[in-house]
């Protein structure tokens, strides 16, 4: 089984071992694929290396390889059918968010497309006409890529195109749950034309297949999105080696409503906030903060609401969202609920799985609501990373933001009010890399994207998430070379 992109040529796995791969809706096999090891992802970095250290692509005009990126972007509109197909077999996902996911994808490449020329350094005064002075932009290196299951192709190519657009070369190491889109986007950039041995894939297990990219020496850095346990293993491996480490961790943020908000605005975003991709989103609106004179009215409504969420498969068109990834993960989610309700949470529904003998064979789990749960507790600090929504209670605008703020996450959050002052002021204070205002969940490809606190550190998309990808490096020339004769060289 070929399915590893090395130096540009389509190789099997060294040990011979492979992985199947099921669908979470049903379990359904949809394909086996190999599955890597330390070795493999060896082979890969020295590719990558090679074609950074000797290849064309670093040195290639940054318009060009910008062009490059608009030309995937064009592929990738032209196979969007199959790339969404396969990311819903992966994930489970209903076909119609892998179809939005494969046009944010599209419109990520064209804005790096487009940014990759546009800086060509600086001049700096140096006050000397006989001096010349110059910042310029160059690509870090070997770039060692490890992304998750939720989000595949969208998180894999938040790193590939600033990456590419800076002149780098890379070893990718997607979740090895969802593997699929990653060899389909490697046939797709080596279509457009990059060079052999920039883009290298390597499948597998963490431990294994993507350890050696935060601890090998000739990786010159390593970007991560997942869990907060395996940033820190991967931030202090690299600490070993002194990597450049961008961190996109996970988030347990609060979604703040006041009383003076639009009502059924407010409930119908909170239930997409926390329900969306079964809450399987990094920055899901997980934790609700209302004003306590709204918190039966409010919650009732959510409940009714959440009760009528239809669960279902990727291809069946009246699913409103999926399952879970993995019986593992299933597990894990039925762990934090039962620990939610073992420290005082109120179960208002949901809870357990569906008894549906439609969706038996798939990891799917219930919208599930606790409410009168404690600030403090671990229930409001932990992330679930499923359909499980804590409620909360607050009096006045200072007591919301210090209960939105009370968790070691910083990923992002929400704010529903109708007085435009309140709005910024809290989204002011509130320390969450990103914070909607009346609204949940849009991202701009133009604009950061990165958490504060343990949610992470470096920022991706907007100009700073190309600069991720760059060094600077100062260039400075003497235009009149003479003696300094600091020290006269004469004997005394
Ligand atoms: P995970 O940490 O289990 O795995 C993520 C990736 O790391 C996978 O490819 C995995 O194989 C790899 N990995 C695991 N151990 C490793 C090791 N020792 N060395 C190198 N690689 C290793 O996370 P997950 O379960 O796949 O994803 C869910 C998490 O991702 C959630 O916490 C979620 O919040 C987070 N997330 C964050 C963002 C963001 O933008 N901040 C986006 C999506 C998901």
Avoid at 166 to 189: C, D, Q, W, Y
Wanted: proline residues 5%; hydrophobic residues 40%.
């Amino acid at each position: 089984m070929a399915d590893f992109f090395i130096g540009g040529e389509w190789v099997a796995s060294r040990s011979g071992r492979t992985r199947e791969i099921r669908c979470p809706a049903d379990g359904s096999l949809v394909a086996e694929v190999a599955e890597g090891n330390r070795e493999d992802t060896e082979a890969a970095i020295a590719a990558a290396r090679a074609a950074f250290d000797n290849g064309p692509w670093p040195s290639t005009p940054a318009a060009r390889r910008g062009d490059l990126l608009l030309r995937a972007a064009d592929l990738l509109d032209r196979d969007k059918d199959a790339f969404a197909r396969a990311e819903s077999l992966d994930t489970g996902k209903r076909l119609v968010e892998s179809e939005y996911d494969m046009a944010d994808i599209a419109a990520c490449l064209r804005y790096f497309g487009k940014l990759a020329g546009n800086d060509a350094g600086r001049v700096v005064d140096t006050g000397n006409p006989d001096a010349f002075s110059r910042i310029v932009y160059e690509p870090v290196g070997v770039c060692g890529l490890i992304t998750p299951w939720n989000y595949p192709l969208l998180q894999t190519v938040w790193k590939i195109a600033p990456a590419l657009a800076a002149g780098n070369t890379f070893v990718l190491k997607p979740s090895e749950l969802t593997p699929h889109t990653s060899i389909l986007f490697m046939r797709l950039l080596a279509e457009a034309g990059l060079p052999d041995g920039v883009a290298n894939l390597v499948l597998g297990a963490g431990p294994d297949a993507g350890a050696p990219l935060s601890e090998h020496p000739d990786v010159d850095l390593v970007s991560f999105t997942g869990g907060l346990v395996t940033g820190r293993i991967i931030a202090a491996t690299a600490a070993a080696t002194v990597k450049k480490v961008a961190l996109e961790l996970g988030g347990k943020n609060p979604n703040i409503v006041f009383s003076d908000a639009d009502f059924d605005t407010a409930v119908d975003y909170a239930l997409t906030a926390a329900f969306l991709h079964s809450g399987q989103v990094c920055s899901a609106g997980a934790r609700l903060i209302v004003q306590e004179d709204w918190h039966d009215r409010f919650v009732d409504e959510l409940v009714r609401r959440a009760e009528l969420i239809r669960l279902g498969g990727p291809f069946d068109t009246d699913a409103e969202t999926g399952p879970l990834i993995s019986a593992a993960h299933l597990e894990k989610v039925e762990r934090y609920v039962a620990a939610a309700l073992a420290e005082g949470a109120v179960l208002r529904t949901g809870g357990k799985r569906p008894d549906d003998k439609r969706l038996a064979g798939g990891h799917y789990y219930l919208p599930t609501v606790l409410d009168d749960v404690k600030q403090g507790t671990s229930p409001v600090r932990d992330e679930a990373f499923g359909p499980v929504l804590t409620v909360e209670t607050f009096t006045d605008e200072d007591d919301a933001i210090r209960i939105g703020n009370d968790t070691h996450y910083g990923l992002a959050g929400g704010v529903f009010t109708n007085d435009a002052s309140r709005a910024q002021r809290v989204a002011n204070k509130l320390r969450h890399g990103t914070v909607w205002i009346n609204d949940y969940h849009p991202y701009l490809p133009q604009a950061e994207w990165g958490g504060f606190k343990q949610s992470g550190f470096g920022r991706e998309l907007g100009p700073s998430g190309l600069a991720e990808y760059q060094e600077a490096k100062h260039i400075y020339q003497n235009l009149r070379p003479a003696p300094q004769r600091w020290f006269s060289g004469e004997a005394r």
